[in-house]
């Protein structure tokens, strides 16, 4: 079942551990077929020395299992979440990669401070509002999604294809597994150059909208020019 995109979301899983985002276990990477409304991800607590293509598992988008002997990663229900909420993704990241996770326990969204981070996301990083304690016991993964969807009311998720999760960490999307994986990457970058620039000068000075903007526009606009045809 769905063999090339168990295939492809294994290697996505692979690569956050290569690129040094996540330890251990912690992180996860799902990628879905939206046709057939299934969703491909890593399994819970499975060290990703030991991982193959074989134990990623499918789940649709109601959290039951379809197919696969192991559990699904525990942010499964998140994953869920954010695909129907958001139709132009393909893929989601999450990791609690360190400098993304300092944003995210400070409760401070990224400014977009230069043209790094204007280059892959239109704008500041946005940081979510805490749980409530009755969502928590409701449903902790579920509600995770749901504050991502509450802040990104107003917000284009193509556009800003990142964000932190208070007191969390960062989860990241993108067109399939892999865009999701380079976006949670760039975010760890962002958010360390970030960090450092706070230790240097404080008040953070924000990039320049219209610098943005064109820094943004050449690789995303719909008459983007950067690379190679």
């Known amino acids: 079942m769905l063999l090339e995109l168990r295939q492809q979301v294994f290697e996505a899983n692979i690569e956050l551990n290569r690129r040094g985002v996540v330890l251990y276990t912690w992180g996860n990477v799902s ?14 607590g499975v060290p990703y020395e030991v991982m193959t293509a074989d134990d990623m598992v499918v789940v649709d988008l ?10 699904p990663s525990s942010d499964t229900r998140t994953h869920t979440v954010l695909y129907k909420a958001f139709p132009t993704i393909g893929g989601v990241s999450h990791t609690h990669s360190r400098h993304a996770v300092a944003w995210a326990q400070a409760r401070r969204s990224i400014p977009c401070l230069g043209t790094t981070q204007a280059d892959y996301c239109a704008g500041s990083v946005p940081c979510t509002a805490p749980l409530s304690p009755q969502e928590v016991e409701r449903d902790y993964e579920g509600a995770t999604g749901e504050a991502i969807v509450r802040r990104f009311e107003g917000l284009d ?8 999760l208070a007191g969390h960490g960062p989860f990241a999307w993108g067109a399939d597994a892999d865009e999701s994986v380079r976006n949670a990457v760039i975010l760890e970058e962002i958010a360390h150059m970030a960090t450092i620039s706070a230790t240097i000068s404080n ?13 943004y526009q050449r690789k995303h606009g719909k008459n983007a020019w950067y690379g190679q045809k």
Do not use: C
């Not at 990628?31 to 819970?44: C, F, H, N, T």
């Open 157 to 164: 998720p193509v556009a800003v294809p990142m964000v932190l």
């Open 62 to 71: 109601d959290n039951k299992v379809v197919w696969g002997d192991k559990k």
């Open 31 to 44: 990628g879905i077929d939206r046709e057939a409304g299934l969703v491909v991800i890593k399994p819970s």
């Open 203 to 215: 008040p953070l000075q924000s990039l320049e909208d219209y610098v943005l903007d064109y820094h």
